[in-house]
Protein backbone atom coordinates (compact mmCIF):
# COMPACT_ATOMS: atom_id res chain seq x y z
CA UNK A 1 0.00 0.00 0.00
CA UNK A 2 2.97 2.94 0.85
CA UNK A 3 5.03 1.46 -2.01
CA UNK A 4 1.57 2.42 -4.44
CA UNK A 5 0.73 5.37 -2.72
CA UNK A 6 4.20 6.78 -3.16
CA UNK A 7 4.56 5.87 -6.69
CA UNK A 8 1.30 7.83 -6.94
CA UNK A 9 2.76 10.64 -5.19
CA UNK A 10 5.69 10.96 -6.93
CA UNK A 11 4.07 10.68 -10.84
CA UNK A 12 1.46 13.31 -8.82
CA UNK A 13 4.42 15.53 -8.32
CA UNK A 14 5.91 15.37 -11.96
CA UNK A 15 2.35 16.05 -13.58
CA UNK A 16 1.31 18.49 -11.22
CA UNK A 17 4.26 21.13 -11.19
CA UNK A 18 4.68 24.34 -9.75
CA UNK A 19 3.02 26.20 -12.59
CA UNK A 20 0.18 24.20 -12.33
CA UNK A 21 -2.04 25.66 -9.90
CA UNK A 22 -3.74 28.07 -12.21
CA UNK A 23 -4.38 25.27 -14.73
CA UNK A 24 -6.22 23.14 -12.23
CA UNK A 25 -8.49 25.86 -10.90
CA UNK A 26 -9.58 25.95 -14.78
CA UNK A 27 -10.00 22.48 -14.96
CA UNK A 28 -12.05 22.51 -11.70
CA UNK A 29 -14.08 25.18 -13.25
CA UNK A 30 -14.80 23.01 -16.79
CA UNK A 31 -15.84 19.65 -14.66
CA UNK A 32 -18.49 22.23 -12.47
CA UNK A 33 -19.78 23.17 -15.96
CA UNK A 34 -20.04 20.05 -17.29
CA UNK A 35 -22.13 18.63 -14.15
CA UNK A 36 -23.95 21.81 -13.83
CA UNK A 37 -25.11 21.82 -17.83
CA UNK A 38 -27.04 18.76 -17.53
CA UNK A 39 -29.42 19.29 -14.45
CA UNK A 40 -31.09 16.30 -14.82
CA UNK A 41 -28.21 14.45 -14.05
CA UNK A 42 -26.18 17.14 -12.05
CA UNK A 43 -26.04 18.57 -8.55
CA UNK A 44 -29.24 19.00 -7.62
CA UNK A 45 -29.24 23.06 -7.12
CA UNK A 46 -31.20 23.36 -4.06
CA UNK A 47 -28.45 21.43 -2.46
CA UNK A 48 -25.84 22.94 -4.08
CA UNK A 49 -27.71 25.88 -2.26
CA UNK A 50 -27.49 24.40 1.12
CA UNK A 51 -23.89 23.13 0.91
CA UNK A 52 -21.34 25.23 3.02
CA UNK A 53 -18.67 24.44 1.33
CA UNK A 54 -17.47 22.98 -1.88
CA UNK A 55 -14.92 20.48 -2.83
CA UNK A 56 -13.23 19.73 -6.58
CA UNK A 57 -10.85 17.58 -7.36
CA UNK A 58 -10.48 17.02 -11.00
CA UNK A 59 -8.57 13.68 -12.56
CA UNK A 60 -8.22 11.67 -9.50
CA UNK A 61 -5.68 9.11 -10.52
CA UNK A 62 -6.09 5.59 -9.72
CA UNK A 63 -3.21 3.39 -9.51
CA UNK A 64 -2.58 0.32 -11.68
CA UNK A 65 -1.66 -2.16 -9.06
CA UNK A 66 -2.64 -5.00 -6.65
CA UNK A 67 -3.25 -2.88 -3.93
CA UNK A 68 -4.97 0.49 -5.60
CA UNK A 69 -4.43 3.64 -4.75
CA UNK A 70 -6.10 7.15 -5.61
CA UNK A 71 -4.44 10.80 -5.67
CA UNK A 72 -5.18 14.38 -7.06
CA UNK A 73 -5.40 17.98 -6.46
CA UNK A 74 -8.12 20.18 -6.32
CA UNK A 75 -9.84 22.87 -4.14
CA UNK A 76 -12.07 23.81 -1.40
CA UNK A 77 -14.46 26.62 -1.37
CA UNK A 78 -16.51 27.65 1.30
CA UNK A 79 -19.67 30.34 2.04
CA UNK A 80 -18.33 33.80 2.77
CA UNK A 81 -19.22 35.46 5.66
CA UNK A 82 -23.14 35.74 5.83
CA UNK A 83 -23.82 32.78 3.43
CA UNK A 84 -23.65 35.31 -0.03
CA UNK A 85 -20.87 33.98 -2.01
CA UNK A 86 -17.81 31.71 -2.11
CA UNK A 87 -14.74 32.29 -0.75
CA UNK A 88 -10.81 32.49 -2.18
CA UNK A 89 -9.93 28.88 -3.36
CA UNK A 90 -7.59 26.90 -1.27
CA UNK A 91 -5.84 23.74 -2.67
CA UNK A 92 -6.46 20.25 -1.35
CA UNK A 93 -5.30 16.91 -1.93
CA UNK A 94 -6.93 13.60 -1.81
CA UNK A 95 -5.13 10.26 -0.75
CA UNK A 96 -6.32 6.95 -0.56
CA UNK A 97 -5.88 3.36 -0.89
CA UNK A 98 -8.22 0.20 -1.82
CA UNK A 99 -7.94 -3.16 -1.68
CA UNK A 100 -8.51 -4.63 -5.52
CA UNK A 101 -6.66 -5.82 -8.11
CA UNK A 102 -7.11 -2.85 -11.43
CA UNK A 103 -5.40 -3.09 -14.74
CA UNK A 104 -4.65 0.67 -16.21
CA UNK A 105 -4.57 3.96 -14.82
CA UNK A 106 -8.36 5.90 -14.65
CA UNK A 107 -9.06 9.18 -13.90
CA UNK A 108 -12.34 10.09 -12.16
CA UNK A 109 -13.48 13.98 -11.67
CA UNK A 110 -14.58 14.04 -7.78
CA UNK A 111 -16.81 16.72 -5.94
CA UNK A 112 -17.75 17.06 -2.54
CA UNK A 113 -20.81 18.62 -0.99
CA UNK A 114 -20.01 19.68 2.92
CA UNK A 115 -23.52 20.16 4.19
CA UNK A 116 -22.93 21.69 8.12
CA UNK A 117 -20.79 23.22 10.47
CA UNK A 118 -19.86 20.15 11.72
CA UNK A 119 -18.34 19.18 8.27
CA UNK A 120 -16.68 22.56 8.00
CA UNK A 121 -14.28 21.74 10.60
CA UNK A 122 -13.47 18.31 9.58
CA UNK A 123 -12.55 19.87 6.43
CA UNK A 124 -10.54 22.72 7.48
CA UNK A 125 -8.39 20.49 9.66
CA UNK A 126 -4.94 19.42 8.72
CA UNK A 127 -5.91 16.16 7.47
CA UNK A 128 -9.20 14.16 7.49
CA UNK A 129 -10.41 10.84 6.42
CA UNK A 130 -13.85 10.00 5.06
CA UNK A 131 -16.04 7.64 6.66
CA UNK A 132 -13.36 7.88 9.26
CA UNK A 133 -13.35 11.36 10.91
CA UNK A 134 -16.26 12.77 8.67
CA UNK A 135 -19.72 11.17 7.88
CA UNK A 136 -19.94 10.75 4.01
CA UNK A 137 -22.43 9.43 1.71
CA UNK A 138 -23.39 9.29 -2.11
CA UNK A 139 -25.42 12.35 -3.02
CA UNK A 140 -28.35 12.28 -5.11
CA UNK A 141 -28.16 13.33 -8.67
CA UNK A 142 -31.38 14.75 -10.43
CA UNK A 143 -33.04 18.07 -11.01
CA UNK A 144 -34.06 18.95 -6.25
CA UNK A 145 -32.59 16.62 -3.63
CA UNK A 146 -36.56 15.48 -2.81
CA UNK A 147 -34.91 11.67 -3.54
CA UNK A 148 -32.46 12.10 -0.37
CA UNK A 149 -32.34 9.08 1.87
CA UNK A 150 -32.09 9.35 5.47
CA UNK A 151 -28.24 8.25 5.43
CA UNK A 152 -27.78 11.58 2.88
CA UNK A 153 -29.63 13.81 4.93
CA UNK A 154 -27.78 13.18 8.01
CA UNK A 155 -24.29 13.36 6.38
CA UNK A 156 -21.65 16.08 7.03
CA UNK A 157 -20.42 15.43 3.23
CA UNK A 158 -22.04 14.28 0.24
CA UNK A 159 -19.65 12.61 -2.51
CA UNK A 160 -19.83 12.34 -6.44
CA UNK A 161 -17.92 11.07 -8.93
CA UNK A 162 -17.57 11.64 -12.89
CA UNK A 163 -15.66 9.17 -15.03
CA UNK A 164 -16.11 7.97 -18.91
CA UNK A 165 -18.99 11.18 -18.53
CA UNK A 166 -20.77 9.66 -16.33
CA UNK A 167 -21.92 11.39 -13.05
CA UNK A 168 -22.60 9.91 -9.90
CA UNK A 169 -23.28 9.83 -6.38
CA UNK A 170 -20.54 7.50 -5.02
CA UNK A 171 -19.37 6.54 -1.81
CA UNK A 172 -15.85 7.81 -1.00
CA UNK A 173 -15.32 6.18 2.17
CA UNK A 174 -11.04 6.15 2.97
CA UNK A 175 -10.17 8.80 1.04
CA UNK A 176 -7.81 11.21 3.13
CA UNK A 177 -8.15 14.95 1.99
CA UNK A 178 -4.71 17.17 3.38
CA UNK A 179 -4.04 20.74 2.82
CA UNK A 180 -1.50 21.86 0.42
CA UNK A 181 0.93 24.19 1.25
CA UNK A 182 2.49 24.41 -1.47
CA UNK A 183 0.21 25.32 -3.94
CA UNK A 184 -1.72 27.73 -1.55
CA UNK A 185 1.79 29.74 -1.92
CA UNK A 186 2.24 29.45 -4.83
CA UNK A 187 -1.47 31.00 -5.76
CA UNK A 188 -1.22 33.49 -2.69
CA UNK A 189 2.30 34.54 -2.80
CA UNK A 190 2.44 33.98 0.32
CA UNK A 191 2.15 30.88 3.22
CA UNK A 192 -1.53 30.94 4.49
CA UNK A 193 -3.62 27.87 5.73
CA UNK A 194 -6.56 26.95 4.02
CA UNK A 195 -8.68 28.52 6.90
CA UNK A 196 -7.36 31.73 6.13
CA UNK A 197 -7.60 31.55 2.82
CA UNK A 198 -11.44 30.48 3.00
CA UNK A 199 -12.49 31.63 5.99
CA UNK A 200 -10.92 35.20 5.95
CA UNK A 201 -11.00 38.23 3.39
CA UNK A 202 -8.23 36.80 1.36
CA UNK A 203 -8.50 38.25 -2.18
CA UNK A 204 -8.97 35.30 -4.82
CA UNK A 205 -6.61 35.01 -7.37
CA UNK A 206 -7.56 35.90 -11.22
CA UNK A 207 -7.39 31.89 -12.12
CA UNK A 208 -10.26 31.34 -9.64
CA UNK A 209 -12.80 33.54 -11.67
CA UNK A 210 -14.21 31.38 -13.80
CA UNK A 211 -15.13 29.03 -11.01
CA UNK A 212 -16.25 31.51 -8.35
CA UNK A 213 -18.61 32.46 -11.08
CA UNK A 214 -19.91 29.37 -11.61
CA UNK A 215 -20.56 28.77 -8.01
CA UNK A 216 -22.24 31.80 -7.83
CA UNK A 217 -24.27 31.31 -10.76
CA UNK A 218 -26.26 28.35 -9.40
CA UNK A 219 -25.75 28.83 -5.67
CA UNK A 220 -25.11 32.33 -4.72
CA UNK A 221 -27.95 32.65 -2.34
CA UNK A 222 -28.63 36.12 -3.72
Given amino acids: MRTT??????????????????????DAADVMTDIMAAPDKGIPQDLLS???CIVVVPGVKQ?????GGKYG??????RKS???GWSAPATT?????????????SETDVVMLVMNESGVKKLLQSKFTLGADATAAAGPVGRTSSAETDAQMHAE???????????????LQGATLRADDDWNRDLYGSKLTSQEIVMGSTKP???AGKLLALLNKYSSRK
Wanted: proline letters at 1%; hydrophobic letters at 45%; glycine letters at 18%.
Fill in 5 to 26: LALLTLSGGLLYGANDAEKRLD
Fill in 157 to 171: ILTYSRSRGLFAGVA
Fill in 73 to 78: KGFMLC
Fill in 205 to 207: PAA
Fill in 93 to 105: RVEGGSVGFQIGV
Fill in 82 to 84: GGV
Fill in 50 to 52: KAQ
Fill in 63 to 67: GAFIF
